[in-house]
């Protein structure tokens, strides 16, 4: 089992920066690919950004590219998503999950543990 929670939301300005964490706890966070998901009211969740157990290896959604990056600590059992040049469009839930697979995914259905969320809401 894995044990996830998302700090750092809130609310900010059209533009400005919040940088989202993920501590992990339980099994050993260094094997799992982690993913950022996030659901807007009345909208199916979606993919925004992956990173690979080793960080070597990232994915971003095209709509948060050049503006969004994830990295992770494995040290700390945490993963990152520092989020630039927000918009009106990027409020939303912001979920964290843990993968056991091998390849990285952007599917949710491939995450097997989930946060419960954080509130990001950018006002235009």
């Known amino acids: 089992q894995v044990q996830l929670v998302e700090s750092g939301g809130g609310l900010v300005q059209a533009g400005g920066s919040l940088r989202l964490s993920c501590a992990a706890s339980g099994r050993t966070f260094g094997g799992y690919n982690m993913g950022w998901f996030r659901q807007a009211p009345a909208k199916e969740r979606e993919f925004v950004a992956n990173i690979h157990w080793s960080g070597a290896y990232t994915n971003y959604a095209d709509s948060v590219k050049g503006r969004f990056t994830i990295s992770r600590d494995n040290a700390k059992n945490t993963v990152y998503l520092q989020m630039n040049s927000l918009k009106s469009e990027d409020t939303a839930v912001y979920y964290c999950?843990?993968?056991?697979?091998?390849?990285?995914?952007?599917?949710?259905?491939?995450?097997?543990?989930w946060g419960q969320g954080t509130q990001v809401t950018v006002s235009s």
């Open positions: 999950a843990a993968a056991e697979t091998s390849l990285l995914s952007t599917l949710s259905q491939r995450y097997k543990y």
